[in-house]
C-alpha cells in the first residue's frame, strides 16, 4: 500500500511566522503535489514537483515555497504565514507522470490555523 | 464558470438505496475523469477513473462519463452507512499538456442512513 505521511494534523501558527509542512511518501513517486482545501472551493494545486530538485507552480503558489531534495520528501514552506492561509493542506504523490493524471495518493492532511 | 461544478448536498439516503452523484465539465478537451472519496478528517482516496466517455464497473460502483453532454457520474448500488463521505469529482487534459493538473469539483457530502 502506498503510504503518504504528513508531519502534523493540526498546527496552530501566529501571522507572521515561517511554517514548514513536510510530506513523505514511501513508495518511491516521482511526482508530489501540494494542495490546499478549502469549503467552496475545493482542492486547489499549490506547487508540484516531477522530480528531485525541480519544482513548477500550481495555480495558487503565491505566499508559499517548496522544497524537494530528497526523492521520498516534499515540504510546503509559508514565508511569513497570513489568517488566509488557514486551510487544510494536502500532500500527494503518483508513480509518474502519465499517472499523474489519474492516480494520486493523498495523505491524511494538516489543518493549519493562522492566528 | 468553474471548470468541474457539483452539487454540494448534503444527499441523505437510507441504506440500501441507489446514489446518484454528478458533476458536469466546462473543458470539452477534459479526457481522464475520476472519482475520489474523502471520509471525514482524512485524505481523498482515489475511487476509480475513466479515460474518455463510457462506463467502468468496481463491484458496487459505477462511473460514467458522457462527454457530448459533459456529464460525470458516480452510481453506488445498495448503499451502505460506510459509504458515509464527502465524494469529489476530478478531470484532466490529455497527457502532454505544461501543466497535467487534477482539476477539481468542490465535492458532495453524502450520509446513508442505518
Known amino acids: 500500500d502506498v503510504k503518504v505521511t504528513q508531519s502534523s494534523r493540526y498546527l496552530v501558527k501566529r501571522t507572521g511566522e515561517k511554517v514548514f509542512l513536510e510530506c513523505v511518501q514511501d513508495?518511491?513517486?516521482?511526482?508530489m503535489f501540494w494542495y490546499r482545501q478549502d469549503p467552496g472551493l475545493g482542492l486547489r494545486l499549490i506547487y508540484f514537483?516531477?522530480?528531485?530538485?525541480?519544482?513548477e507552480k500550481g495555480d495558487i503558489p503565491e505566499g508559499y515555497s517548496v522544497s524537494r531534495e530528497k526523492k521520498e520528501r516534499f515540504s510546503l514552506i509559508l514565508e511569513s504565514a497570513s489568517t488566509n492561509q488557514t486551510s487544510m493542506y494536502l500532500c500527494?504523490?503518483?508513480?509518474?507522470?502519465?499517472?499523474?493524471?489519474?492516480?494520486?495518493?493523498f495523505g491524511p492532511g494538516t489543518r493549519l490555523t493562522v492566528t | 464558470q468553474k471548470e468541474v461544478e457539483q452539487d454540494p448536498g448534503p444527499l441523505s439516503v437510507p441504506e440500501g438505496a441507489i446514489v446518484s452523484l454528478n458533476c458536469t465539465y466546462s473543458?470539452?478537451?477534459?479526457?481522464?475523469f475520476m472519482w475520489y472519496r474523502q471520509y471525514s478528517r482524512k485524505g481523498p482516496e482515489l475511487l476509480m477513473y475513466?479515460?474518455?466517455?463510457g462506463n467502468k464497473e468496481d463491484g458496487r460502483f459505477t462511473a460514467q462519463v458522457d462527454k457530448s453532454s459533459k456529464y460525470i457520474s458516480l452510481f453506488i448500488r445498495d448503499s451502505q452507512p460506510s459509504d458515509s463521505a464527502t465524494y469529489l469529482c476530478?478531470?484532466?487534459?490529455?497527457?502532454?499538456?505544461?501543466?497535467?493538473?487534477?482539476?477539481f469539483g468542490t465535492g458532495t457530502l453524502l450520509a446513508v442512513q442505518p
Open positions: 500527494a504523490s503518483s508513480l509518474e507522470r502519465l499517472a499523474a493524471l489519474y492516480e494520486q495518493y
Open positions: 513508495m518511491d513517486h516521482e511526482n
Open positions: 514537483s516531477y522530480d528531485v530538485k525541480m519544482k
Open positions: 473543458n470539452s478537451a477534459f479526457q481522464y
Open positions: 475513466t479515460y474518455s466517455s
Open positions: 476530478a478531470s484532466t487534459l490529455p497527457y502532454g499538456g505544461a501543466t497535467n493538473k487534477l482539476i
